[in-house]
């Protein structure tokens, strides 16, 4: 009982991409022959996407602020403060999400965002 069972598995593999391998897959690209190297690729432009995203919603969250304030409007004034709100628990669950890629590269020397 030296080993753990699940140590000699490799995920990737057995869970080809490469439609050529007998599997659907996404492509016969090289740089995808494996959900590891397709994630590897995707993940840098999801973050850029969703950094993108994260900032409009922030500012239109603070126009909406201020433009309520001004007018007195209650109402577009919490609308504008949950958009914030939501903006920076989103960009708090994003940088979350690449610290734990960061500890997972760093425990199994394993470089996900290529």
Do not use: C
């Not at 309520?68 to 709100?85: F, L, P, R, V």
């Amino acid at each position: 009982m030296g080993q753990f069972a699940f140590a000699a598995f490799n995920i990737g593999e057995h869970l080809r991409l490469d439609p050529d391998d007998g599997g659907s897959g996404l492509g016969s690209k090289a740089e995808y022959q494996s959900i590891g190297a397709f994630i590897s690729s995707v993940l840098p432009n999801v973050y850029v996407i969703v950094g993108i995203i994260l900032f409009i919603i922030l500012v239109v969250g603070g126009i909406m602020v201020i433009a309520s304030a001004g007018q007195g409007d209650e109402e577009k004034t919490a609308q504008g403060k949950k958009a914030i709100t939501a903006a920076v628990i989103g960009a708090a669950i994003v940088l979350a999400s690449w610290w734990i890629i960061q500890i997972i590269k760093v425990l199994t020397d394993i470089n996900i965002l290529g």
